[in-house]
């Protein structure tokens, strides 16, 4: 988003955002997201993979490699598809472990 909103400035991005939402967020982070979304003016799109949300595929019930395979990867994919896009491009946090690398 930072480098998004750099890149175009003083313009907003002339394309939309998307969160792929786990519903699995803090309330805070997506109070957040929609309080930035609406300050900067942006186009976001959020998409929840409802199949998923309906199996109740969660992180401890299924365990992390199911969860991340549905609710994240199978849920863009339906976004894209969705959504139309041509292109995406995303980030995302590093995961810090306490073992070495």
Avoid at 42 to 66: E, F
Avoid at 76 to 87: G, S, T
């Amino acid at each position: 988003l930072h480098l998004a909103m750099k890149a175009f400035w003083p313009s907003r991005p002339p394309f939309p955002f998307l969160h792929v939402d786990t519903t699995w967020k803090f309330r805070e982070m997506i109070q957040f997201r929609d309080l930035l979304t609406q300050k900067l003016g942006l186009d976001l799109k959020v998409h929840i993979n409802q199949d998923g949300l309906k199996r109740g595929i969660g992180p401890y019930a299924s365990g992390s490699n199911l969860h991340t395979q549905v609710m994240k990867t199978e849920s863009l994919r339906q976004a894209l598809d969705l959504y139309k896009y041509d292109a995406a491009f995303g980030g995302a946090r590093e995961r810090i472990s306490s073992g070495t690398r």
